[in-house]
């Protein structure tokens, strides 16, 4: 394996954007590696570094993947979790594909209006902070899923076992991480029956050892009995003690029901690619092969990487993707999500029919497309090639950072606070900002509509580029800027998915630029000129890549925005 020159400029960047900080410890990270038989890259090194010990004792993608999901439940508490969910992407060597899905499901006593009040307002906080925001965990069902359908290694306790250690020994903590979790001290404290472990007397600081030992005993737990571990016995008698020391409703028979489901990838072209991305209940996989659809008739390239012509369409593209996204997305095992429709050429050209080059539309006289029915701050991801060429593409969340902030007592894991991913109330947003509808209320047993977008992008057959970040609402155009860096502009990977963002979903109507993006004057004044609103936002996503090069070799990359880090050999 050879670190790729553009480390440097990479470094360059991060150290300008630490510089803030006196960190005393780092991993040191590899931004981006090139390598000729496998890749790993995830949101920490010590992750990457298990997933690769893997691939080398022989594992595939898929066994790298469970070991690299239960390691961030470990090193990651902001986002890895076996108390949430995510999507699983997976192509393997021989062409074949599938999608994972271990969403979170809202529990059985949940109801429609149960985050409003007597006046049908929404009660603020209600569906984010503590017990009642979770809905029932779906990773380790899922990795259950995934380790029977595809694991190579046959070994479970492999796959689980340095995760355990992780937890049980501790691990130094980043600066990064110190700053969030001294950032979250207050939530952790008030959202708590007891001090979870992540609250300490003084301040953490970087290097500080995080031991979580209940952590590791229901690890443990899951590697000696497997599912039964988490859904059934302590862990279950946990979860609901938890609940009724809390006001939270997830009951033995809703942690029994629960199972992860095994889904068509919903597939698309975009000029000679094929997108692999995940189905409903993420809008993801959909919003990300509308965008490409409606931006592929015009020549981005000949505009230019962040032109104000290249922008415009871009936004525009994304206005009309998330008018559509607030209407019609939601749990397909609920509703009836028009997919087809909304995919269609001839659909998403006439989406299009109002776009002016020379104007922004108006949200306000954007509503969803008409169609035929025919039938929501943290989360990570991580990508997976192995020597054999199979590829995993895995998103996982707790949706806001450390989800609800409510660890379960004796079991040391946090829940998710995914609830809010449901439409509380209609038209009233969420707290990435985003409206919902009918298709995504609240019912018993339904999966929230989620964001992510763990996507596979092959090229004559054959894995091209392997992607996914967090980012809440921006995730998906976060997926579909990294592609067109690549694909229409050029860029190579490691700046490709570094360079600054922008974001548009339709409501608020502006055009968000996060810290990293540097516009010349000319391209805003030409988007203000335009009509379009510009605001600037804190950073958002963190994008992390694998792509196939020219010599066949892949490429990792990771975005600089953490402590992320590409790994290969
Ligand atoms: O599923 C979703 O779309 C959200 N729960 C994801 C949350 C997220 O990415 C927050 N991270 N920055």
Redesign the pocket.
């Known amino acids: 394996m050879k670190l790729n020159l553009r480390f440097l400029y990479i470094f360059f960047i991060l150290t300008v954007i630490s510089c803030k900080s006196t960190a005393p410890f780092a991993y040191p990270l590899q931004k981006s590696a090139v390598a000729d038989q496998g890749m790993i890259v995830t949101a920490h090194p010590l992750a990457s570094d298990i997933g690769l010990e893997i691939l080398k004792k022989g594992g595939n993608a898929v066994d790298a993947a469970i070991a690299v999901q239960y390691a961030l439940a470990v090193v990651l508490p902001v986002a890895g979790n076996i108390g949430g969910g995510g999507f699983m992407v997976v192509r393997m060597a021989d062409g074949t594909t599938n999608t994972l899905d271990f969403r979170e499901k809202a529990p059985g006593k949940a109801s429609r209006d149960m985050y409003l009040d007597d006046q049908k307002e929404v009660i603020p906080r209600l569906s984010i902070d503590g017990h009642l925001a979770a809905g029932v965990p779906g990773t380790v069902a899922g990795m259950a899923a995934a380790f029977d359908r595809y694991s190579q290694l046959k070994d479970f306790k492999t796959l689980i076992d340095p995760a355990i250690k992780l937890a049980q020994d501790g691990f130094a903590i980043t600066q990064q991480q110190a700053d969030g979790l001294n950032r979250s001290r207050e939530a952790f404290i008030k959202l708590n029956t007891n001090t979870p472990a992540f609250v300490k007397k003084t301040a953490w600081k970087a290097g500080d050892l995080l031991i979580q030992t209940e952590l590791a005993e229901t690890l443990t737990r899951i590697r000696n009995q497997g599912t039964a571990g988490f859904y059934e016995g302590k862990t279950a008698d946990l979860i609901v003690a938890e609940m009724k020391a809390g006001g939270g409703i997830i009951s033995y028979q809703d942690l029994k029901d629960y199972e992860a489901i095994w889904r068509q990838p919903l597939e698309s072209t975009y000029k000679e690619y094929t997108i692999i991305s995940m189905p409903p209940p993420s809008s993801g996989g959909l919003a990300l092969s509308q965008l490409l659809k409606m931006v592929a008739p015009y020549p981005l390239r000949e505009y230019g990487f962040q032109s104000a012509e290249a922008i415009h369409v871009m936004a525009e593209a994304e206005r009309r993707v998330y008018a559509d996204r607030a209407m019609y997305l939601g749990d397909a095992d609920f509703v009836t999500v028009p997919i087809r429709s909304l995919m269609n050429d001839a659909y998403l050209t006439n989406r299009m029919a109002d776009f002016d080059p020379d104007k922004a539309n108006d949200s306000r006289m954007i509503g969803a497309g008409l169609v035929t029915p025919v039938e ?4 990570t991801h991580f990508c997976v090639v192995d020597p054999a060429g199979n590829a995993v593409s895995l998103t996982t ?1 707790l ?2 950072g450390y989800g609800s902030k409510t660890v379960v007592s004796g079991a040391g894991f946090l829940l998710n606070n ?1 609830m809010d ?1 449901f439409s509380a109330k209609p038209g009233v947003p969420n707290m990435f900002g985003l409206i919902g509808n009918e298709a995504n209320a609240i019912e018993p047993g339904k999966r929230m509509l ?3 977008t763990p996507t596979i992008v092959t090229k004559n057959n054959e894995t091209y580029m392997v992607l996914g970040t ?3 609402s921006t ?1 998906i155009t976060s997926v579909f800027q990294t592609i067109l860096n690549v694909i229409e502009f050029d860029k190579p990977l490691s700046e490709a998915v570094s360079l600054g963002r922008f974001h548009h979903q339709w409501k608020p109507d502006a055009i968000q630029l996060d810290e990293l993006i540097k516009l010349s004057p000319d391209v805003e004044k030409n988007l203000i000129q335009k009509g379009h609103h510009l605001k600037q936002r804190g950073n958002f996503g963190r994008v992390e890549a694998i792509l196939k090069q020219a010599d066949g070799r892949w490429e990792g990359a990771a975005d600089v925005r953490g402590d992320d880090d590409a790994r290969g050999f």
């Open positions: 929501s701050e943290e989360t969340t949706n806001g995914e991913d989620s964001s992510m967090p980012g809440g995730i």
